[in-house]
């Protein structure tokens, strides 16, 4: 792999995009992936041509992978290469008139009022590890925060305000989402034993310490045991993810009226039209209340 063109472009990334690392290491993935495409047809990132970076995406959708991984492996392939282009390093764009999959519009998964209450009743208990498990999910739940932002969340986790926690999302944007009561609660009582997690060290910067080399609760961790909740609470594990919980609270707040923009704001979403998706349940609820209060709803 010609390692030194990748490490410059993610350089630039992040020093002039202000790129988040995990943006940066899935450009890397993605680069290493095409790299070694074209390995296989005896080409390099210098030398690729159009029919290669086309190629490269049609072999995707051959594995089977969605349309929307698809499209972002192929941004990263146009960055990439109009990156090097501004830099002199080759002369053309041989991504540049390649179309992307067209993406499918799937609805977000997304958990059932009762389903919730069930999870949360799953975790509930007095050992360390379940009072952690029950804030955890109550911060999720009722703010809706990357699961990202919420294993990474700083010490201590809230301002001068102790209504709102601060996040610091993608882009390095720091944004302020309201905490409800349960959850403060929640909150309030894992860091009272807090330091359970923190083993030999003294203090940590981290809400949800660990002796992870990240020195928080890992993404994959947390995963973990969520699924082992939805086992607990009679639920398919297949259908609890951090990100489904994400949609629930999104989903169930705009169920109770809540508006878009407000949504986008708290879900720290550039695009309004990535918070769009979520009017789903907007359409539910106006089909519901027509076939419940219109005079001629029940017109044979």
């Known amino acids: 792999m010609q390692a030194h063109l990748v490490e410059n472009f993610l350089e630039m990334l992040v020093l002039e995009r202000n790129a988040a690392v995990n943006t940066c290491e899935a450009y890397r993935r993605d680069l290493q992936e095409f790299t070694e495409f074209l390995t296989r047809k005896k080409s390099d990132l210098k030398t690729a041509t159009h029919r290669d970076v086309a190629d490269f995406i049609q072999s995707l959708d051959a594995t089977g992978l969605s349309s929307a991984t698809q499209a972002r492996r192929l941004s990263a392939l146009k960055q990439f290469y109009s990156f090097l282009l501004q830099e002199g390093v080759r002369s053309d764009d041989p991504a540049m008139n390649v179309d992307a999959p067209k993406a499918s519009k799937r609805l977000p998964k997304y958990l059932s009022l009762e389903e919730v209450d069930a999870l949360l009743a799953s975790a509930e208990g007095d050992e360390p590890e379940q009072i952690r498990l029950y804030a955890l999910l109550n911060l999720l739940y009722a703010t809706g925060l990357r699961v990202s932002e919420l294993?990474?969340?700083?010490?201590?986790?809230?301002?001068?305000?102790?209504?709102f926690l601060i996040i610091i999302g993608k882009g390095n944007k720091e944004r302020l989402v309201p905490v409800n009561q349960a959850a403060k609660t929640a909150l309030a009582n894992y860091l009272k034993i807090r330091e359970c997690f923190m083993g030999?060290?003294?203090?940590?910067?981290?809400?949800?310490?660990?002796?992870?080399?990240?020195?928080?609760?890992?993404?994959?961790?947390?995963?973990?045991?969520?699924?082992?909740?939805?086992?607990?609470?009679?639920?398919?594990?297949s259908r609890v993810s951090p990100h489904v919980l994400r949609h629930a609270f999104a989903s169930h707040l705009l169920a109770n009226g809540a508006d878009l923009r407000s949504l986008q704001k708290m879900l720290g979403h550039a695009d309004i039209s990535t918070t769009q998706i979520y009017t789903h349940v907007l359409s539910e609820r106006m089909i519901n209340l027509v076939k419940q209060h219109h005079p001629l709803a029940d017109a044979k």
């Open 151 to 163: 294993v990474s969340l700083k010490y201590p986790p809230m301002g001068k305000d102790d209504n």
């Open 200 to 237: 030999k060290e003294s203090h940590s910067k981290w809400v949800f310490p660990s002796s992870s080399k990240e020195g928080h609760l890992t993404r994959q961790r947390f995963g973990q045991l969520l699924k082992d909740m939805a086992i607990k609470a009679g639920i398919s594990p």
